[in-house]
């Protein structure tokens, strides 16, 4: 069975702190790992990531994949409250159609 | 361009009633998909469309039924809600389901009550 694990569950910090995410997978045909943001509606999209060991980035926000340990992380630099979200990360598998697993996220709050 | 437009934004339902949620996107994406969100257990897929005319199944499709009529709307239809499926149900949409992944869409998400 297809499994995407988001660690941790719930997280809590302080405004500057740094945080890292992480996702692990067991996919059958893994195409690519994708990581949203979803703050009081719709998840809105951060990343995709195909290749492993190509970090990308965007602003404070980076993340890279790691086909060999099938896993990836999620960092956030010089964290601000507007940070505050629940991460999901989700796997793209190809078996006929493509389909999308999520983990179950991470809650990330960020006190001032 | 109004994205992945789903409608109702709340509904209440008593157990045993039907309703339909509505979803459209205006992108002429091909791939469209319905999923839940429960606390603590992510988005599960219900039921996903390749093209106009052709669904499946997804991880929890019991209890729901869906159409592909037109290549713009999507809708999903509890046939008998039961208050297992009280949750918020989102609709998205994306790019070319063979050649290549893009990044889903998702509309704002219905929040659903059955009591």
């Known amino acids: 069975e297809d499994k995407v694990v988001q660690s941790p569950l719930s997280l809590v910090v302080h405004e500057g702190d740094t945080v890292t995410l992480n996702c692990s997978y067991e996919v059958t045909n893994f195409r690519s790992l994708l990581w949203y943001k979803q703050e009081k509606k719709a998840p809105t999209f951060l990343f995709m990531l195909?290749?492993?060991?190509i970090e990308k980035k965007s602003g404070r926000l980076s993340s890279i994949l790691d086909k060999k340990e099938l896993s990836s992380i999620l960092n956030i630099t010089a964290t601000q409250t507007g940070d505050s979200a629940i991460y999901l990360c989700?796997?793209?598998?190809?078996?006929?159609?493509?389909?999308?697993?999520f983990g179950q996220g991470t809650r990330l709050t960020i006190n001032p | 361009n109004a994205g992945v437009t789903q409608t109702p934004k709340f509904q209440v339902l008593k157990t045993g009633q039907s309703m339909t949620l509505q979803c459209a996107q205006d992108?002429?994406?091909?791939?469209m998909s319905w999923y839940r969100q429960d606390p603590g257990m992510g988005l599960r897929l219900i039921h996903y469309?390749?093209?106009?005319?052709?669904?499946d199944q997804g991880e929890v499709p019991n209890g729901y039924n869906v159409s592909r009529s037109t290549t713009e709307d999507f809708p999903l239809r509890l046939l008998s809600a039961a208050p297992s499926q009280t949750s918020v149900y989102f609709c998205?949409?994306?790019?070319?389901?063979?050649?290549?992944?893009?990044?889903?869409?998702f509309g704002q998400g219905t929040r659903l009550t059955v009591v």
């Open positions: 998205a949409s994306s790019y070319s389901s063979t050649g290549g992944w893009t990044e889903a869409f």
């Open positions: 469309s390749v093209g106009a005319g052709i669904t």
């Open positions: 195909t290749s492993s060991g």
């Open positions: 989700a796997v793209v598998r190809v078996q006929g159609a493509q389909k999308l697993v």
């Open positions: 992108m002429n994406h091909e791939y």
